[in-house]
């Protein structure tokens, strides 16, 4: 496929989108129960797509219904939810695509992803890795599953999620990190509930591992049956949950099954979490970025003629050179 063919087709779907802060029709309301933070409401899993042909996804940001900026400066959020591939020859995956002005964020559950970008980062995540993309002014790059994990297939599991970059960092130079589960910084729950993995910001003093450009907080958590967590989150960071396996009751009284996003409302208030079932659960958290932006494919920029240089440079070949499989 030529360049301009493939930003007009956009794998990613070729959409300006439109700022706003509403809700979609999925989303219902919560009172508040005694000092938590309210709950602006749970979004249910949504209809699948493929991303490529080794990603089935259901998007729950930005999604077109006016959850866009809701959870800025997280911008997407895709969430391959547990399904089987069988085996094959040939990795499945996306090929050879640009990036500007975001971070791509993959969390891996099951299965493994192989990502190589014209940066010279390879990298391979197994089960509770993250790889950590900074994209900045531009990079290309291939999501894979791993080979030799593709030829014997199996449960898949993965999170791709985007942090949009503040306007002064949108053209910092691309930067990987690989993080592996067993180097993100934890903590050991009392009562055997289960244990919280910090991959950035911070959780009650303990630092997470990942560099990030603005103030997030990203969690790993995973509980036990009947496990329990609580804690704090600025009350002016954009803060959701979603619950990748398990179920679980948000304080007290909201119950969120498998594969639901929980929205918190921007007021402060204890967190609460009882684990129904073992669980894992992702929670983001993140100061917003109260800037203009314009998202386009694989773009996300702050103004429209910013999208067009961006389409400009990636034709001309500015975002460097890789080779697909
Ligand atoms: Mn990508």
Sequence with gaps: ????????????????????????????SFSKPGGYRPIEGVLSP?????????????????????????????????????????????????????HRGIETVTFAYKGSVAHHDSAGN???INPGDVQWMTAGGGVLHKEYHEKNWDKQGGTFEMVQLWINLPKKHKMT?????????????????????????????????????????????IYDIHLNANGEVDFNLPAAFNSGILVIDGSITVNEQTAV?????????????????????????????????????????????????????????YNAGKFGFLADN
């Design 257 to 313: 099954p498998e594969n639901h996003y929980v929205q918190f409302a921007n007021q402060s208030g204890a967190i609460h979490i009882k684990a129904k079932s073992k669980c894992i659960l992702l929670v983001l958290s993140g100061e917003p970025l109260n800037e203009p932006y314009v998202g386009y494919g694989p773009f996300v920029m702050n103004t429209e003629d910013e999208i067009r240089q961006a389409i400009q440079d």
């Design 173 to 217: 130079p691309a930067k990987y990190q690989s993080i592996l589960h067993a180097n993100k910084p934890n903590i050991q729950l009392p009562h055997n509930a289960g244990s919280v993995h910090v991959v950035a910001g911070e959780f009650k003093g303990l630092k997470g591992i990942a560099n990030t450009f603005s103030p997030v907080n």
């Design 122 to 124: 390879t990298g391979v």
């Design 46 to 98: 949504t209809n699948t797509h493929m991303v490529g042909d080794g990603f089935k996804v259901m998007n729950f940001f930005p999604n077109g219904k006016g959850f866009e900026e809701r959870m800025s400066p997280f911008f997407l959020l895709d969430f391959n939810a547990e399904v089987n591939f069988p085996p094959s020859d040939i990795a499945r995956g996306v090929g050879v695509h640009p």
């Design 1 to 28: 496929m030529k360049r301009k063919e493939f930003i007009k087709k956009g794998l990613f779907g070729s959409f300006f989108l439109s700022v706003g802060t509403s809700f979609g029709n999925n989303v219902q």
